[in-house]
T-cell receptor, first 114, second 110 residues
Framework: SAVISQKPSRDICQRGTSLTIQCQVD?????MFWYRQQPGQSLTLIAT?????????ESGFVIDKFPISRPNLTFSTLTVSNMSPEDSSIYLC???????????FGPGTRLTVL | GQQVMQIPQYQHVQEGEDFTTYCNSS?????IQWYKQRPGGHPVFLIQ?????EVKKQKRLTFQFGEAKKNSSLHITATQTTDVGTYFC??????????FGKGTSLLVTP
């Protein structure tokens, strides 16, 4: 299993600003994922972050808007850039450990953009 | 691309009644996973199904994977108030990414 923490847990931001969300895992993991979940909706994968390489973005998400860092095997950041109210959502960090496909999720960051 | 459809969107039952949620994929899956998300919480892994026709049980929960590996179901027998939450299926094909269904929100009233 993996224990994941995220900072901040929630934030209220002004339009046009940027917010960086941190994800810390208690063990070394190869693959980390960033998801977005709008209220009452499903989870949408933003990107996959592997240590030592560029993040891989899903269709509809671009690096300029959601830059990701993965400096080591236990940490990653997701930045939501030039925010608009449409970016209001819960952002979740997730990891996959060992040889199994089971994914563990962080507690999420609830972002509100005014 | 792969799409995972899940029905129903909502289900309201009386405590003690059974509950089933269904998941269908547009493509054949290598495996399917089920997650539960309590209100205000984050998704928590329940189970993974890999084999065609596989059936797994966890106490009152029964999970099935279709013969064609394109559909799955989660059945809860005799629901309890602790079963409240949203149940998501997530399909994986040959890649590493999971495609989540829209989820079924279960409400159980005593």
């Amino acid at each position: 299993s993996a224990v994941i923490s995220q900072k901040p847990s929630r934030d209220i931001c002004q339009r046009g600003t940027s917010l960086t969300i941190q994800c810390q895992v208690d063990s070394q993991v190869t693959m980390m994922f960033w998801y977005r979940q709008q209220p009452g909706q499903s989870l949408t994968l933003i990107a996959t972050a592997n240590q030592g390489s560029e993040a891989t973005y899903e269709s509809g998400f671009v690096i300029d808007k959601f830059p990701i860092s993965r400096p080591n095997l236990t940490f990653s950041t997701l930045t939501v850039s030039n925010m608009s109210p449409e970016d209001s959502s819960i952002y979740l960090c997730s990891v996959r450990t060992g040889g199994f496909n089971e994914q563990f999720f962080g507690p999420g960051t609830r972002l509100t953009v005014l | 691309g792969q799409q995972v459809m899940q029905i129903p969107q909502y289900q309201h039952v009386q405590e003690g009644e059974d509950f089933t949620t269904y998941c269908n994929s547009s493509t054949t899956l290598s495996n399917i996973q089920w997650y539960k998300q309590r209100p205000g919480g984050h998704p928590v892994f329940l189970i993974q199904l890999v084999k065609s026709g596989e059936v797994k049980k966890q106490k009152r929960l029964t999970f099935q994977f279709g013969e064609a590996k394109k559909n799955s179901s989660l059945h809860i027998t005799a629901t309890q108030t602790t079963d409240v939450g949203t149940y998501f299926c997530a399909g994986a094909n040959s890649g590493y990414a999971l495609n989540f269904g829209k989820g079924t929100s279960l409400l159980v009233t005593p």
